[in-house]
């Protein structure tokens, strides 16, 4: 594990050690909201791959449709993930998140206007905007809210929400149509006035530390014990002259296809391959994302372990990332596999990979960045994750109307990790702190 020890003299957080653990509670609560803000966030894009098997027989769409419909919402969260991690620079999360929720649920709401692949092309773009400020937003609050020696564990549990979302879905979505026999547009009606609760919530609630009522000052100490660089703005350029950014980018680009794939395509997959519909493939996509919930936190865990025993914060990312990938390997063989819960079991193992992985890959910008310049370099990264999803959902489109089969993309999955962590440590050896010559406020 030498190859990933930090080059640079990084200092230890003596500072943050000088400060006792506070009594209170105020940031796990915030921590909560940001959690069921990204459990609506994943409900809201996946209740169309559940539908898809019965939309595909009501209106005769093909994979290649279907692919263009996933391909441009990325294509758009990227662009959105672009624009909202500039703003939310520059207007903090609290109004961030409401602008971003806000435009989604419209989108949301929209789907069921339409029923042809082109039509949810279209009408998905407010979601696809509005979704791409999810974690821009969140880790925004989380570097507001969080030390260096817990943000970690904070974006892995709001991270899960990921999974939580991915495991509500197919259970909710199947008790609205085939329980309730509902027509399939309400799935969307329900779930989307769950937002309308949230945003409530959240614009009562969050406030920056500086600014809650009911902080106490010894969590305010905790929180601004290490200091921050808040004054300030940095423009895309200026964050893009630093090789961490790069390979922040680099990261998202590799390893968030291989999320959105399974995300949008596994009902797909458990449909063809093993002949489960909307009626019985719950079962295994709740196994799936319950392993990918232990990963998220297991991985956040380990690396704020291994901070807590004085390790550099470089180290510790990568030897969690390092422990991740070793994890998505056998997904390889997923395709190939004998039986449904072989299959759900290497998946699950990828996707708990994925979730650890990539809770330790969001750190970097709260790690190495100032305040001022994180959504800057969050909204780079997405999109370059979006470009990397949009070119897998085409290929694996185009894949399975031609050859159809899933085996290449599997085998792409379980090797991407190991080569997203060695670009990553090739562009980012020595994970010291950047500094950024700011832009002038307007």
């Known amino acids: 594990m030498t190859a990933f020890t930090d080059q640079a003299a990084e200092a230890p957080e003596t500072v943050a050690h000088a400060v006792p653990r506070p009594r209170g509670r105020i940031r796990w609560a915030i921590c909560a909201l940001l959690f069921a803000a990204v459990v609506l966030s994943y409900i809201d894009r996946l209740v169309l791959g559940v539908l898809k098997p019965q939309l595909t027989a009501l209106y005769g769409w093909t994979n290649t449709g279907y692919g263009d419909i996933t391909g441009y919402f990325q294509v758009f969260y990227g662009i959105g993930f672009l624009l909202f991690g500039w703003a939310i620079d520059r207007i903090g999360p609290r109004l961030g998140y409401l602008l971003a929720m806000g435009s989604w649920t419209l989108g949301h709401f929209a789907q069921i206007l339409v029923t042809s692949t082109t039509g949810f092309v279209i009408a998905r773009i407010p979601l696809a905007f509005g979704e791409a400020g999810t974690y821009p937003s969140a880790l925004a609050a989380a570097s507001q809210w969080f030390p260096q020696k817990e943000r970690a564990l904070a974006i892995g549990i709001f991270n899960a929400g990921a999974n939580v979302g991915a495991i509500i879905t197919p259970l909710l979505v199947s008790f609205i149509v085939t329980g309730l026999l509902f027509d399939w547009r309400w799935a969307f009606?329900?779930?989307?006035?769950f937002n309308l609760v949230w945003l409530a919530i959240w614009w009562r609630v969050y406030r920056?530390?500086?600014d809650h009522r009911r902080i106490t000052?010894?969590?305010?100490a905790w929180i601004e014990a290490e200091p921050a660089e808040t004054s300030g703005r940095a423009g895309f350029?200026?964050?893009?002259?630093?090789?961490a950014a790069w390979a922040y980018m680099a990261g998202r680009f590799l390893i968030d296809p291989v999320w959105w794939t399974f995300l949008f395509w596994l009902p797909d997959f458990f449909h063809?391959?093993?002949?489960?519909?909307?009626k019985s493939f719950g079962p295994p996509l709740v196994a799936i994302y319950i392993l990918a919930d232990f990963g998220a936190i297991a991985g956040g865990w380990y690396s704020s372990h291994l901070l807590k025993r004085g390790m550099f914060a470089g180290t510790a990312r990568k030897r969690a990332m390092f422990a991740c990938a070793l994890f998505a390997v056998p997904v390889m063989f997923a395709a190939q596999a004998s039986n449904i819960w072989i299959a759900v079991t290497l998946i699950g193992l990828a996707c708990a990979?994925?979730?650890?992985?990539?809770?330790?890959?969001f750190a970097l910008p709260g790690d190495q960045f100032p305040r001022f310049a994180q959504g800057t370099l969050i909204g780079l990264g997405g999109f370059a994750g979006a470009?990397?999803?949009f070119i897998a959902s085409k290929s694996l489109g185009l894949l399975l109307d031609r050859v159809g089969s899933y085996q290449p993309f599997f085998i792409a999955c379980g090797l991407a990790y190991l080569l997203a962590l060695l670009v990553f440590h090739?562009?980012?050896?020595?994970?010291?702190?950047?500094?950024?010559?700011?832009?002038?406020?307007?």
């Open 208 to 210: 920056a530390p500086a």
């Open 272 to 278: 063809t391959r093993y002949g489960y519909d909307l």
């Open 387 to 389: 470009v990397g999803g």
């Open 237 to 243: 350029l200026a964050v893009l002259r630093h090789r």
């Open 426 to 442: 090739l562009l980012n050896p020595r994970y010291h702190s950047v500094r950024i010559t700011t832009e002038a406020k307007a």
């Open 353 to 361: 990979a994925h979730q650890g992985f990539s809770t330790n890959l």
């Open 217 to 220: 000052p010894e969590e305010r």
């Open 189 to 193: 009606i329900i779930t989307g006035a």
